[in-house]
């Protein structure tokens, strides 16, 4: 299911289609901002057996998406017929406007088209063009053929590519934004919790939560970016390239593209017809952002193992085991890994099918299947549910910051500002306190001055008496963040100031979102009641 978008709007404008035969629906609904509330799935509807034992609390509906885009039956002629429609109508508008047909024939096609959509809302053979064209012209009569002056499959099919893509853009970007917001959020609210981050799948050095929620957050901000930009890209209109020569009537290419809301062209006819980059383009975009996402579901994953234990799923968010009552799965997390998975063989099958095609439309191009694009959105707004709603075990963090010798750097930088030692020295120097430490089954919190002088006779010939006071303050992890304040680092001031910047770029990005929006709005708002 999905909970913001365009989908809803595109069926209520079908079914409005089917009822009066007008076009009187938006482009895009602005839907919902992802704003916070968290919804489960209606327990009566799904009749959900899988929720059991340590789960048996409603799933929430955002995880919901993730189980139903995978046994959905939506294809792409379905999804791509509104916006052929929404085509028709000011094509034929176009054409009676250029006198290259009468208005009473353009009355007269419009007239075929509604009877058209309304058996193609309970034919679906009827939505592929060439039947529905002879549907038009057995409603219309004769003057139905009309209606293809001076057009292609061709640029028709480009055409409503770019509108279906522009709407699911826009729903993507949305679901983002909201996605961003939860992370800001729960960052805002761990700004000193303590934690350490990984290299290598090894405690490397201590941060807090919000330092790494901000981190996510600036890559995320990266990925709505390349949305932003791509959306001009697929915000051009081909329709009128022909088969890719263009024609002789003298169609009016620039009305066209304002009547479909259009921001420009796609100038030259044979691009028209064979570009296909910005296809591609959305799937790398998707799966660049996709792997981003599944990193980050991967690391929550294993924050939540019994191992880990820093992080929980909250119920909503999580399945159980058939046979074993202690399991408390982190199936949303593993799904979010599996949709990524399936949005970048989208990618490799698009760009398979170019590789072996020229310049030209081809058959052979592979489009985006809603499915991808259906499991992008279903995983950002699952993701978005799991950080909103993710329970974290500060004092199990602090604890490992503590024990497990996440400060060591700290130690080394003492040593070279006590000791006057260079770094090299210094680091070779704490490697051997660690490995006598571990041998001597201690903790990073029990290292004592007299190990630190003893390595230092050993590997330099000379005593090096740290105070004990420096060194506590050396290998406290709350220390260590607190001195680390340059920009981008973990102290609490820093990290502020990623969130003062991370909301400035949000609200930059909302508004752009918002004005796109209102666009493609405002143009079907301006098509629907135009008539000859």
Known sequence: MRSIGNYVGLVALAAAMTITGEVNAQFISAGNENTGTLKTADSSRLQDASRMGRTSGAKAAAFQELYDYETSHKNLTDEIFPYQRLLHKAYVLMLAEQHIITQQEAKAIFGGLAIADRQAAADPSLRLYLP????????????????HTG?????????????YLRDQLLQIIRAVTGLRAALMEKAGEHLETVMVVYTHRKEAQPVTLAHYLTGIDESLSKCLDRYIELYARIDQCPLGSGASGGTAWPLNRERLATLLGFSGLVTNTIEGVAGWDHIAEFAADNSIYMSDLSRLASEVQLWSTDEYNVAELDNSFAGISSMMPQKKNPDALERTRKAAALVTGQLSAILISLNGIEYQHSGVRLMIEPK???????????????????????AVMLKYAKENYSTMTDLADLLVQYGKLDFREAHEIIAAVINQALADQLTADRITPAMINAATEKKLGRQLIIPASALAAALDPQQSIRRKTGTGMPAPSAVQQMLRNGQATLATQLKWLTTHETTLSGAAARLAPLTI
């Not at 409603?139 to 009309?146: E, I, L, R």
């Not at 292609?152 to 509108?163: A, E, G, L, V």
């Not at 499991?375 to 549910?385: C, E, Q, R």
């Open 132 to 147: 529905y064209e002879a549907a038009v012209i057995k409603a219309a009569g004769s003057v139905g053929g009309k209606m």
């Open 151 to 163: 057009r292609s499959r061709n640029d028709m099919d480009n055409t409503t590519h770019r509108m």
């Open 372 to 394: 991808s694009l259906d499991a992008v959105l279903a995983a950002t707004h699952t993701m978005t549910g799991v950080i909103k709603t993710l329970q974290i075990r500060k």
